[in-house]
């Protein structure tokens, strides 16, 4: 079992920043690959990035390519994610969550364990 809990959300101008983070439980947090997820007001949750298990490896979606970073820190069970240039439309709750594996996770599914979410304004 792995509980998630994500902070770092808030109110930002549109051109400011933000680092999330989310906290994991247990001692198998370098076991799983992990991912950011948003969900806008009315829209379906969308995929925005993962990182691997050893963060070698990370992976975005097109429209958050050059200003969202993803990183994690397994000593200390916790993966950031850093949005600079933030925009209008990067206004959503972003989730994190874990998979068991890296292969496929940029697909979206197969995620085992899910934050409750953090809430990111971005105004224009």
């Known amino acids: 079992q792995v509980q998630l809990v994500e902070s770092g959300g808030g109110l930002v101008q549109a051109g400011g920043s933000l680092r999330l983070s989310c906290a994991a439980s247990?001692?198998?947090?370098?076991?799983?690959?992990m991912g950011w997820f948003r969900q806008a007001p009315g829209k379906e949750r969308e995929f925005v990035c993962v990182?691997?298990?050893?963060?070698?490896?990370?992976y975005y979606t097109d429209s958050v390519k050059g200003r969202f970073t993803i990183s994690r820190d397994n000593a200390k069970n916790t993966v950031f994610l850093q949005m600079n240039s933030l925009k209008p439309e990067d206004t959503a709750v972003y989730y994190c969550?874990?998979?068991?594996?890296?292969?496929?996770?940029?697909?979206?599914?197969?995620?085992?364990?899910w934050g409750q979410g953090t809430q990111v304004t971005v105004s224009s």
């Open positions: 247990g001692r198998t947090f370098s076991s799983y690959a």
């Open positions: 969550a874990a998979r068991n594996s890296y292969t496929g996770s940029a697909t979206g599914v197969g995620y085992d364990y």
């Open positions: 990182i691997s298990k050893s963060g070698a490896s990370t």
